[in-house]
Nanobody
Framework: QVQFVESGGGLVQAGGSLRLSCTAS????????MGWYRQAPGKQRELVAT???????NYADSVKGRFTISRDNAKNTAYLQMNSLKPEDTAVYYC??????????WGQGTQITVSS
């Protein structure tokens, strides 16, 4: 079973920045894709950003130009740099990983709150 250590959540004012990190452990199977989804109260969970082991990235339109995802494959760690944060970015952010067999695992989530 994959376990995640997620850090970097918290409270920030609009226009500020935060960096999330997510380290996957517990399984030696390669994590082909890592990323984050987020879910605001009363809203459906949505993709934020993903990155493959080869470095290909995908971003939600709402965060393009503001968020940057990266990863350190040797550490099984993904990073999400979030700049120019907006109140609408407020949500629980869930780390996600898909291994080379297609199995998806989820972290426990970390709260991001952006004040106006």
């Amino acid at each position: 079973q994959v376990q995640f250590v997620e850090s970097g959540g918290g409270l920030v004012q609009a226009g500020g920045s935060l960096r999330l990190s997510c380290t996957a452990s517990g399984s030696t199977v390669s994590k082909r894709v890592m990323g984050w989804y987020r879910q605001a109260p009363g809203k459906q969970r949505e993709l934020v950003a993903t990155i493959t082991s080869g470095g290909s990235t995908n971003y939600a339109d709402s965060v393009k130009g503001r968020f940057t995802i990266s990863r350190d494959n040797a550490k099984n760690t993904a990073y999400l740099q979030m700049n120019s944060l907006k109140p609408e970015d407020t949500a629980v952010y869930y780390c996600n990983a898909v291994n080379l067999f297609g199995k998806t695992d989820w972290g426990q989530g970390t709260q991001i709150t952006v004040s106006s």
